[in-house]
């Protein structure tokens, strides 16, 4: 999901009533996959989404901090927040500000790929590395991806939307040989998507490991 469909303008009534007001908006979602001993070991998946109003009241000598939060990204949802907080936002035209955003699109969504296409991805992983190097005795594998999209408006006309995707693959070996253990890691990361695993070849950050 992205919050590249937000309507501002359902928003920016509530930030009214105080010095300053202040909405924010997040969904976010990750999955992680650990391999070792030859074997998936752990998948994890996460789905995280909400919204959050803050507002600054002055006085003669201090600042009030209003603060609530909701998991849904429903507009009816920051109302009901609202009203609890200040009480009901004043009816009338809505404005609507300029957008600042930053968007970054991967050349191939992990989220599109196969969960079945990732644990292939790590088991010929473990299969090269063990039959290319007969001295290894472990390898540990750890692949995560994350998706974040946020947006935030202000009482001030401010609104900012940013999406990002992430991906990381870890690839750790230990190694023995004449009784000697030896340890090595090699981390492929970035702010890409599928397409770093062809960016950076992860047979070529195995065998460096």
């Given at each position: 999901?992205?919050?590249?469909?937000?309507?501002?303008?359902?928003f920016?009534?509530?930030?009214?009533?105080?010095?300053?007001?202040?909405?924010?908006?997040?969904?976010?979602?990750?999955?992680?996959?650990?391999?070792?001993?030859?074997?998936?070991?752990?998948?994890?998946?996460?789905?995280?989404?909400?919204?959050?109003?803050?507002?600054?009241?002055?006085?003669?000598?201090?600042?009030?901090?209003?603060?609530?939060?909701?998991?849904?990204?429903?507009?009816?949802?920051?109302?009901?927040?609202?009203?609890?907080?200040l009480?009901?936002?004043?009816?009338?035209p809505?404005?609507?500000?300029?957008?600042?955003?930053?968007?970054?699109?991967?050349?191939?969504?992990?989220?599109a790929?196969?969960?079945?296409?990732?644990?292939?991805?790590?088991?010929?992983l473990?299969?090269?590395?063990?039959?290319?190097?007969?001295?290894?005795?472990?390898?540990?594998?750890?692949?995560?991806?994350?998706?974040?999209?946020?947006?935030?408006?202000?009482?001030?006309?401010?609104?900012?939307?940013?999406?990002?995707?992430?991906?990381?693959?870890?690839?750790?070996?230990?190694?023995?040989?004449?009784?000697?253990?030896?340890?090595?890691?090699?981390?492929?990361?970035?702010?890409?998507?599928?397409?770093?695993?062809?960016?950076?070849?992860?047979?070529?950050?195995?065998?460096?490991?």
């Amino acid at each position: 999901m992205s919050l590249g469909g937000v309507r501002p303008e359902d928003f920016t009534p509530l930030l009214a009533g105080a010095d300053y007001g202040e909405l924010y908006l997040e969904h976010s979602e990750s999955q992680a996959i650990h391999f070792e001993d030859s074997r998936v070991s752990d998948v994890a998946a996460s789905l995280d989404r909400g919204l959050a109003l803050r507002y600054l009241r002055r006085s003669s000598n201090s600042v009030e901090t209003l603060f609530g939060s909701d998991s849904s990204l429903d507009p009816a949802a920051a109302r009901r927040l609202r009203q609890g907080l200040l009480g009901p936002a004043q009816e009338g035209p809505a404005a609507r500000p300029a957008l600042t955003a930053r968007v970054s699109i991967p050349a191939q969504d992990p989220r599109a790929v196969p969960l079945e296409d990732k644990i292939s991805l790590l088991t010929l992983l473990d299969k090269t590395v063990r039959a290319e190097f007969p001295h290894i005795r472990q390898v540990s594998l750890s692949y995560k991806e994350h998706h974040k999209s946020w947006a935030l408006l202000n009482s001030e006309g401010a609104f900012r939307r940013e999406e990002r995707v992430g991906l990381v693959l870890a690839i750790s070996v230990v190694a023995e040989k004449d009784g000697l253990l030896q340890s090595g890691l090699s981390i492929i990361g970035g702010l890409k998507g599928r397409e770093l695993l062809t960016d950076f070849n992860p047979f070529s950050a195995a065998r460096e490991a």
